[in-house]
């Protein structure tokens, strides 16, 4: 609803992030009853895909999850700090320089080379403790893991494992997002091979998509990130997740424009009839994309503003952007009231259609000045 909660709910921003922790334990839910019996993580790197680490981690926690992958070293120790007894997996792995943050963390870190298994343990001979790690495999993605001539090596030496415990080997599919792509296939087949030639452990390839996959690419531990933050994991299907996130602006400003006035940097839109604009306090400082802005790839991106929607007008500045609410009621535009830019009907995936990238983009881009409600009591 838009309306008078706006001055008293923006608290000095010039919008409003709404974060509904329910709807990601409730995504959760859905998914590790979808993978079980396999076991279900939470991927909560780049500050829980921008909605925070602590609420989101604390929320999954007390909905039974007690495993985490963050992406960076520094990203567990804010983990850490949340939730005091979970496993946290490292994607980035035994980051160069990130002793300390290991020692202090207890997190597992996802080793993918020759080099970093050797680092790992020399670090583990050094604190004379047999610690725990993830072997990633590369089977396809090219971006982290074990490429076959190193995966050779340490099938032929498993003394090079010996230091520490293995406590899962996984891969990352490139594919999954796609469930008719022939990679996928070779993927599964590359990995269960490769995976053979190890010592036994529990197994993961699947991220939010790979869920979606089938039974198959379920192994011991599903991944999912996306999929708990409400974006659709396939995109050719209808998305099963409940929407987390609802965005709103506040408007700063109504004004009257002629014919013959143009709008905004570039006078990219030039009015040839007399119309009315609201200025919204949000721009791509916000996440706002500045091609959801005029010539963006999908235009009639709009606000909601009541029930009516609300069409940019022009460029998207930093920190505005203004939308053309000719014929709406001057009770619902004007300065005060909040404008929509994401709610339950038009999400990330819609608004990254947009912007012409994904709906993990959207979320990760929100930025910090948006004042935050955490559905569920938490506030932050
Ligand atoms: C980010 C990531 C995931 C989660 O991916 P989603 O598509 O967001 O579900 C899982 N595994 C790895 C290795 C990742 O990098």
């Known amino acids: 609803m838009t309306g008078s ?26 998914l590790s009853g979808l993978a079980q019996p396999a076991a279900c993580a939470a991927v909560v790197k780049a500050d829980a895909y921008g909605l925070g680490t602590a609420p989101v981690a604390r929320a999954l926690s007390r909905a039974g999850c007690d495993r985490f992958f963050v992406a960076l070293p520094a990203e567990a120790t804010v983990l850490r700090a949340a939730v005091e007894d979970a496993r946290i997996f490292v994607l980035g792995g ?40 993830v072997l990633h495999l590369d089977t396809g993605m090219n971006r982290l893991g074990l490429d076959a001539i190193s995966l050779e090596r340490v099938a032929a030496d498993p003394d090079l494992l010996a230091s520490f415990e293995t406590l899962l080997i996984m891969t990352h599919l490139a594919c999954s997002d796609t469930p008719d792509h022939a990679l996928n296939a070779v993927q599964l087949e590359r990995f269960k091979k490769s995976a053979a030639r190890l010592p036994a452990a529990p ?14 690419y379920h192994f011991d531990l599903v991944r999912p990130g996306i999929a708990l933050y409400g974006g659709n994991p396939i995109p050719a299907n ?57 010539g963006g790839p999908a235009p009639g991106y709009g606000a909601r503003i009541g ?23 001057d009770h619902l535009a004007r300065r005060g009231e909040l ?42």
Request: aromatic content about 8%; overall charge negative; proline content about 4%.
């Open 94 to 133: 035994f980051v160069p320089g990130s002793e300390d943050c290991f020692r202090e963390t207890g997190a597992v870190p996802v080793l993918g080379s020759l080099d970093e298994i050797a680092a790992w343990a020399t670090f583990c001979s050094a604190e004379k403790k047999r610690l725990p790690a």
């Open 307 to 329: 029930d009516h929607i609300a069409p940019v007008v022009g460029r998207v500045s930093m920190d505005l952007i203004a939308v053309d609410v000719t014929g709406i009621p």
């Open 339 to 380: 404008a929509d830019l994401i709610w339950k009907d038009f999400g990330i995936d819609e608004m990254g259609c947009h912007a012409g990238t994904i709906g993990y983009e959207i979320l990760t881009r929100l930025g910090t000045r948006y004042h935050r409600v955490y559905l569920d009591g938490e506030t932050g």
């Open 203 to 216: 197994l993961s390839a699947a991220n939010s998509a790979g869920i979606f996959n089938g039974a198959d």
């Open 238 to 294: 209808t998305n099963p997740l409940t929407p987390v996130i609802g965005l709103k602006a506040g408007i700063l400003q109504v004004r009257d424009v002629g014919s013959g006035d143009s709008v905004g940097y570039g006078a990219a839109v030039t009015y040839d009839r007399p119309a009315r604009i609201a200025i919204l306090a949000a721009g791509y400082a916000d996440g706002l994309f500045r091609n959801l802005g005029t």
């Open 5 to 30: 909660l706006s001055n008293s709910a923006l608290s000095g921003a010039g919008g409003v992030l709404t974060i509904d922790l329910n709807a990601i334990t409730a995504n959760y839910a859905l």
